[in-house]
């Protein structure tokens, strides 16, 4: 599919690598030629030097004979123009706009036949929904949703003292006490798909597929005891601040910003009155201390220096915080920061390809594609959700019997509104949604691609 990206920032980057890797023509456009050119070394893209939003610029990329644009600056204003002239110069492309900010939100939906948008996605709200579902159940560093919240693929450290530490996958259900599959493991920072006789270790992260009504009972029996969040500190008052405070102080928690900049401590004071906004460096250990860092339930790391959202982090499980989530931006999820003590790890530009790249997928194969796709296990294996049509292969024969590729695995069927965790004499039919786990690479464009 030929797929004009607008913008090469973080998203762009990351859109690139991933699009590019499943063997689409892509071209990106930005007005940094340096960035550009380092696009071109890394990935096999074309580029084009300009503004995106400029009739001219989207001639020279080509955009009459592109089936989709997605449009990712940095600015709102310049996506939306940007889809409107695309769509201009070719009335059937499909068109994909990051729009940000909280002031769109309702006219985006309302008018999006006349921005000629596709669809909008919002990280920044996305990731405040993401970290909102985490303080929810505390104990899990990531939760990834399917079949409409009926199941999730959550992930969980095996630390010294875990009742996990030393039993083998076959005897898991036992000591945990409810239906689970664990999908992957992440040792040594390499992704492995383990069978029944591996056996766990201290500092293996695990990603355990489990009814979400199951997901307490995990908790309680593998010995990771849960609180109730009635107070978090949020370091850095942007957009996802304001949408992550939003939501919490309708559940009834306390939510305490700490923001440097004066004129939006003043902002978020405005349209957040029920919060406490304190105006200074969340970087100072004694204004963390006289804030009361000690006492809160939560800390929550959202300015925009990665370093320094680690660095906050680090010194809140230091002072005993119970639970830590870190917002990263730029840097991957690499050997350099795998085993810092920064607690869970949530990042905006993988919520974003989160939900564009399962509609790229939908439009090159339009029967069989997966509704939903998240990467799991630091990206070293992505699960997908696809719900069964006529055309789906292999219904209603045993998964024992079945031919699948390497590096695949079936992690969960749901049969309407029922999941099942399933063993090899497990089926599906056609209406059921099916999970499946990939790994090593391997890109599925759609269902029938899983088998040999």
Do not use: W
């Amino acid at each position: 599919m030929k797929i004009v990206i607008a913008g090469g920032g973080k998203v762009g980057t990351a859109l690139a690598k991933q699009l590019a890797g499943e063997g689409h023509d892509l071209i990106i456009i930005d007005v940094n030629s340096l960035l550009l050119e380092n696009l071109i070394e890394k990935f096999d893209v074309m580029t084009v030097c300009g503004n995106c939003a400029a009739k001219e610029t989207l001639e020279h990329a080509n955009i009459s004979e592109a089936e989709l644009l997605i449009a990712v600056t940095s600015q709102d204003e310049v996506n939306l123009l940007c889809c409107m002239t695309a769509h201009g110069l070719n009335p059937d492309i499909h068109t994909i706009a990051r729009v940000r900010n909280p002031e769109y939100t309702d006219q985006i939906y309302e008018m999006s036949d006349l921005f000629a948008i596709s669809m909008a996605v919002n990280p920044d709200k996305q990731t405040a929904s993401e970290i909102e579902r985490l303080l929810k159940l505390p104990g899990f560093l990531k939760r990834d949703s399917f079949a409409k919240g009926l199941v999730e693929i959550v992930e969980i450290k095996v630390t010294p003292s875990s009742k996990l530490s030393g039993i083998s996958l076959n005897d898991m259900s036992k000591t945990v006490g409810c239906n689970v599959l664990v999908c992957a493991v992440l040792r040594d920072g390499a992704s492995i798909a383990p069978d029944g006789h591996f056996v766990l270790s201290e500092g293996d992260r695990l990603f355990v597929t489990a009814s979400t009504n199951d997901l307490a009972t995990l908790l309680k029996n593998i010995g990771i005891i849960t609180h109730k969040v009635r107070r978090v500190m949020i370091c850095g008052g942007g957009r996802i601040a304001y949408y992550l405070s939003s939501a919490l102080i309708k559940s009834g928690i306390d939510v305490d910003i700490i923001e440097q900049n004066n004129d939006r401590c003043v902002a978020l004071a405005s349209m957040l009155p029920k919060a406490t906004v304190i105006h200074g460096d969340s970087s100072s250990q004694s204004l963390l201390e006289s804030e009361g860092i000690d006492s809160t339930d939560a800390l929550i790391t959202l300015t925009g220096i990665d370093e320094l959202n680690m660095i906050i982090s680090m010194y809140g499980i230091q002072k005993g915080v119970k639970q830590v989530i870190t917002k990263l931006g730029h840097l991957d999820s690499s050997s350099i920061i795998r085993n810092l003590s920064i607690g869970s790890v949530i990042s905006p530009k993988e919520q974003c390809c989160n939900t564009i790249v399962p509609y790229v997928r939908a439009i090159n194969n339009q029967k069989g594609a997966a509704v939903s796709v998240h990467q799991i296990a630091d990206g070293e294996a992505e699960a997908l959700e696809f719900l069964l049509s006529e055309d789906a292969l292999n219904c209603d024969i045993p998964l024992k019997d079945l031919k699948l590729r390497d590096n695949i695995r079936i992690a969960c069927i749901i049969h309407g509104s029922t999941p099942e965790i399933p063993g090899g004499n497990s089926t599906y039919s056609v209406g059921d949604t099916v999970i499946v786990v990939t790994g090593g690479g391997l890109a599925i464009s759609q269902f029938n691609d899983i088998f040999r």
